[in-house]
């Protein structure tokens, strides 16, 4: 049984930096895309970044893009999320999540999966 387990969360002020993690166990995952979703209070859950697995290739949503970057170490079985210069409204709990498949998706029910989530709160 796949577990994805997230840190790295926390309480930031407006344009600082976190770095999240998220760690796999209980599968194989070099052929497998990962993603990061988020969720506020009282919003639907929002895709936030992509990644092929093995191949490095990344997809970003336009809010996040040019301030987040996620990447991989296939030898750890870890997925990171270097999120910069962060504003208020990335508050939200963020959460990995891993398909069975190589390509990448954007939405959340292509991803079987999920982690607990961590908090991230950026204050203003």
């Known amino acids: 049984q796949v577990q994805l387990v997230e840190s790295g969360g926390g309480l930031v002020q407006t344009g600082g930096s976190l770095r999240l993690s998220c760690a796999a166990s209980?599968?194989?995952?070099?052929?497998?895309?990962m993603g990061w979703f988020r969720q506020a209070p009282g919003k639907d859950r929002e895709f936030g970044s992509t990644?092929?697995?093995?191949?490095?290739?990344?997809y970003y949503a336009d809010s996040v893009k040019g301030r987040f970057t996620g990447s991989s170490d296939d030898a750890k079985k870890m997925g990171y999320l270097q999120m910069n210069t962060l504003k208020p409204e990335d508050t939200a709990v963020y959460y990995c999540?891993?398909?069975?498949?190589?390509?990448?998706?954007?939405?959340?029910?292509?991803?079987?999966?999920w982690g607990k989530g961590t908090q991230v709160t950026v204050s203003s």
């Open positions: 999540a891993l398909r069975v498949v190589p390509a990448m998706a954007t939405t959340a029910n292509a991803y079987y999966y």
């Open positions: 209980g599968g194989t995952f070099t052929t497998r895309a």
């Open positions: 990644i092929n697995w093995n191949g490095g290739t990344t």
